[in-house]
T-cell receptor, first 113, second 115 residues
Framework: DSGVTQTPKHLITATGQRVTLRCSPR?????VYWYQQSLDQGLQFLIQ???????AKGNILERFSAQQFPDLHSELNLSSLELGDSALYFC????????????FGPGTRLTVT | GQQLNQSPQSMFIQEGEDVSMNCTSS?????WLWYKQDPGEGPVLLIA?????ELTSNGRLTAQFGITRKDSFLNISASIPSDVGIYFC???????????????FGEGTQLTVNP
């Protein structure tokens, strides 16, 4: 158990809908990272938040957004969902803003039908 | 974007055999990490490397940070059935911007161990 929690475990929704994925980092960690893992593209970095502020951005679609709250949990919002958004979404956390030893949560499997 | 070439894509070995996999990049990395992912689970950190030439062990696992800083390898000795899974290399390429940290992942090596 990494100490990172993610909810829900599974999510099935229809195209065009909007969903919110939630992540709680390990106790004491201030940074949260979001990754997307699809079958044909491996793990892709989406975005990093550190202590409530956006710190780094990857290839995150404009339809996706994230935020980190004062209690340090983070939410990833995915809107206008398309079939190609079906994937595993992981969050990871580290103590600092420049941490490389990232500890991953169990993931949310999103299926868009 | 940055790409990591991880090989082999898959391996089928007998229990007790040693395994070696590697990762290369066209860019210089300042950090290399190795993760293992079981089906339906998140990646689990195995080894982190921070210095060119560094050789680090974690039980039966040994990883090295290449001297050129563009490659890394992972060895598993005396494999056992629970070693089955997908092994990913990951790294942090040197960037112009200094804020934040992101990992670039290889495509993974699927390891199957036959008892």
């Amino acid at each position: 158990d990494s100490g990172v929690t993610q909810t829900p475990k599974h999510l099935i929704t229809a195209t065009g809908q909007r969903v919110t994925l939630r992540c709680s980092p390990r106790s004491g960690d201030l940074s949260v990272y979001w990754y997307q893992q699809s079958l044909d593209q491996g793990l892709q970095f989406l975005i990093q938040y550190y202590n409530g502020e956006e710190r780094a951005k990857g290839n995150i679609l404009e339809r996706f957004s994230a935020q980190q709250f004062p209690d340090l949990h983070s939410e990833l919002n995915l809107s206008s969902l398309e079939l190609g958004d079906s994937a595993l979404y992981f969050c990871a956390s580290t103590e600092g803003s420049g941490g490389y030893e990232q500890y991953f949560g169990p993931g949310t499997r999103l299926t868009v039908t | 974007g940055q790409q990591l070439n991880q090989s082999p894509q898959s391996m089928f070995i007998q229990e007790g055999e040693d395994v070696s996999m590697n990762c290369t990049s066209s860019s210089i990395f300042n950090t290399w990490l190795w993760y293992k992912q079981d089906p339906g689970e998140g990646p689990v950190l195995l080894i982190a490397l921070y210095k060119a030439g560094e050789l680090t062990s974690n039980g039966r696992l040994t990883a090295q940070f290449g001297i050129t800083r563009k490659d890394s390898f992972l060895n598993i000795s005396a494999s056992i059935p629970s070693d089955v899974g997908i092994y990913f290399c990951a790294g942090n390429p040197i960037r112009k911007e200094t804020s934040g940290s992101r990992l670039t992942f290889g495509e993974g090596t699927q390891l199957t161990v036959n008892p």
